[in-house]
């Protein structure tokens, strides 16, 4: 039966490339690659005779617009969550949008699953492409890895904006957010394995409570929560003993930008972090 969520994917791209941007699959170390959205005018497509293939060559490393750098959250990869954005930015913007590492297209098998190896990962690609300094933009789990980039990269990292996530996932913070939503850990959560769970989940994670038949949350199941064993062992990595947490000076100028009606992350905790 045809998966009515992945048969979606040629129509996206033709999107994706109406808006200025197409894929490039960065490789950041032997075993480690970040799937990107990047800027149509960076790339040219060359057909190689021998192989009869289309080869992909960065032609201009260096964005001629201020860079935007969008960074997604764990419930999709990226041109899922952004897809709607990068139109109306591209205008004024060179748009990046990564994978995260087992996300998409993005894989590794170094075996450190904390936030700061995503964001290593991520200046490195960024690097590669010639990008020398950007704003980033980052959605819940996408927010840590901006901070965490922000904090490891100042000189790369000018801005950022930060909606629904938090510096660090403390243990205190993520007990009392799970005993409030009634689930028993992260991976119950965010890592739905039925339909049942991944409607709960949206229900928790969107304000606005949209219907889809159950044939299109199961077809999105299995498109978008693959890499099951790695992105446990994410949420695992991101939880931060309340006594080993430490506040970084961030120069940087950084916009929170929240929902008043957050369940996950909720408004008190973006308040925290204004002081």
């Known amino acids: ?53 289309n080869e992909v060559k960065t032609i201009s490393p260096k964005p001629d617009k201020p860079v935007v750098v969008l960074i997604h ?10 897809q709607l954005t990068v139109g109306g930015l591209s205008k004024h913007y060179s748009v990046y949008v990564p994978d995260l590492l087992f996300f998409g297209g993005s894989y590794s098998d170094n075996p450190d699953r904390s936030p700061k190896f995503q964001a290593e990962c991520l200046a490195k690609a ?4 010639g990008v020398e300094r950007c704003v980033v933009v980052g959605f819940s789990y996408g927010g840590m890895v901006a901070f965490k980039m922000a904090e490891l990269y100042p000189e ?6 930060i ?6 996932m403390t243990d205190s913070i993520s007990q009392q957010t799970l005993n409030e939503l009634g689930f028993s850990s992260s991976t119950e959560l965010l890592l739905p394995d039925s339909v049942k769970g991944l409607k709960t989940l949206l229900s928790v994670a969107t304000h606005k409570k949209l219907w889809f038949p159950d044939r299109l949350h199961k077809d999105y199941l299995e498109v978008m929560f693959n890499n099951r064993k790695e992105r446990s062992e994410l949420l695992e990595g991101l939880i931060v003993s309340n006594k080993d947490l430490t506040i970084p000076h961030y120069p940087q100028r950084i916009h929170l930008l929240w929902g008043e009606n957050d369940q996950i992350f909720k408004m008190e905790l973006a308040q925290n972090m204004k002081w």
């Open 156 to 161: 790369m990292v000018s801005a950022m904006v």
């Open 163 to 168: 909606s629904g996530s938090i510096l660090a």
């Open 1 to 53: 039966m045809v998966n009515l969520v992945a048969i979606q994917e040629p129509f996206i791209i033709f999107l994706m490339k109406l808006a200025g941007v197409q894929t490039h699959t960065v490789d950041i170390e032997p075993g480690t690659h970040i799937r990107f959205w990047l800027p149509n005018e960076t790339l040219e497509k060359k057909f190689n005779k021998k192989t009869k293939t």
């Open 126 to 129: 960024l690097r590669k492409l």
């Open 73 to 82: 959250g764990f419930a999709a990869e990226g041109v899922a969550t952004w």
